[in-house]
């Protein structure tokens, strides 16, 4: 099951959790009962813990959760502490710094596109 509630233009963060909290609900109240969430960002990932909690369910033993980003600041404050989704966003850039260097010492190529490709990691 997917929610994709817009929680973008809220006006404070009691009326983002409310929101929030009305899709958890949703998500949960589902057949069956999913076993682990993705959330897309570890920074909303804080806030899905929080309505997780405020609703009963304890993570860990009654759901999953998977983020996404990989920001070790957040993570360490989050228990237990979710698997996420290393986007290596570090290692795109250099990878893309040193296809832009290459293509600068070749102008023959221009037009020509590249992609920059990392494979990401469980962490």
């Known amino acids: 099951m997917e929610w994709s509630g817009d929680?973008?233009?809220?006006?404070?963060s009691e009326e983002f959790e409310a929101r929030l909290t009305t899709g958890l609900q949703r998500i949960l109240s589902g057949a069956p009962i999913p076993t682990g969430?993705?959330?897309t960002s570890d920074a909303l990932?804080?806030?899905?813990y929080r309505c997780l909690k405020n609703l009963g369910v304890e993570i860990g033993k009654d759901i999953e959760i998977i983020s996404c980003n990989y920001e070790v600041p957040i993570l360490n404050c989050l228990y237990p502490r979710p698997k996420s989704i290393d986007l290596r966003t570090e290692e795109i850039?250099?990878?893309?710094v040193e296809r832009l260097l290459w293509r600068m010492k070749s102008p023959?190529?221009?037009g020509s596109y590249f992609s920059v490709e990392v494979e990401p990691r469980l962490s």
């Open 7 to 12: 929680c973008r233009n809220v006006g404070n």
């Open 37 to 39: 969430l993705f959330v």
């Open 45 to 48: 990932t804080v806030h899905v």
């Open 93 to 96: 850039g250099r990878k893309a």
């Open 108 to 110: 023959a190529l221009e």
